[in-house]
């Protein structure tokens, strides 16, 4: 069973719309949790990050993390051109790890 | 800000040779990494280090490669006989603590021939 999942793509959204991006995992005892964008050929850069139940928000992006579910998505409201980008997902792993395992990433064009 | 700097931006070797892959990390940080991205494929999880010494490495970290940090501010990665699977970009990434944000370099893309 893959660690970090994710829908590979592409999600399309008209400019303006709201994107909705979904990740799952496989280790309940996951607890933190990272979003991430990729311009192609660029580094990552993170965006959000959430370690409790609930809702996050920060300006137009909004993380959701629901444990039980081993559920985390990210809300990216407004969506503009400039979003258009892969969005990794990225746990933790529970104990005294130091990793952080990436999901294979979901792609994001929105549409002008 | 403070950034991750890595160099070079670009490495092409042949096959079997030496690299060394270079990183300053952001200067209050602890825990330093090495990821790998294949191209179309996801980030990879190399190594981690702490207190001058590996704490965490994965499968794909092999005897072939090894991590250093000569003197206070550099980070090395070295892959001893480069293989033609061993093409990637190469993120340094630094972080204040574990499970804290990861910053990243802007990588230093490998070409094995």
């Known amino acids: 069973q893959k660690e970090v999942e994710q829908n590979s793509g592409p999600l399309s959204v008209p400019e303006g719309a709201i994107a909705s991006l979904n990740c799952t995992y496989s280790d309940r005892g996951s607890q933190s949790f990272f979003w991430y964008r990729q311009y192609s050929g660029k580094s990552p850069e993170l965006i959000m990050f959430i370690y409790s139940n609930g809702d996050k928000e920060d300006g137009r992006f909004t993380a959701q993390l629901n444990k039980a579910s081993q559920y985390v998505s990210l809300l990216i409201r407004d969506s503009q051109p400039s979003d258009s980008a892969t969005y990794l997902c990225a746990v933790k792993v529970p104990g005294g790890y130091q990793k952080v395992t990436f999901g294979t990433g979901t792609k994001l064009q929105v549409i002008p | 800000e403070p950034e991750v700097t890595q160099t070079p931006s670009h490495q092409v070797t042949q096959m079997g040779q030496e690299v060394i892959l270079r990183c300053v990390p952001i200067?209050?940080?602890?825990?330093f990494y090495w990821y790998r991205q294949i191209l179309g494929q996801k980030v990879e999880f190399l190594v981690s280090?702490?207190?001058?010494?590996?704490?965490?490495k994965s499968e794909i970290f092999d005897d072939q490669f090894s991590v250093e940090r000569p003197d206070g501010s550099n980070f090395t990665l070295k892959i001893r006989s480069t293989k033609l699977e061993d093409s990637a970009m190469y993120f340094c990434?630094?972080?204040?603590?574990?499970?804290?944000?990861?910053?990243f370099g802007s990588g230093t893309q490998l070409s094995v021939l």
């Open positions: 280090f702490y207190n001058n010494e590996i704490s965490e």
């Open positions: 990434a630094s972080s204040t603590g574990i499970g804290e944000k990861l910053f």
């Open positions: 200067s209050n940080h602890l825990y």
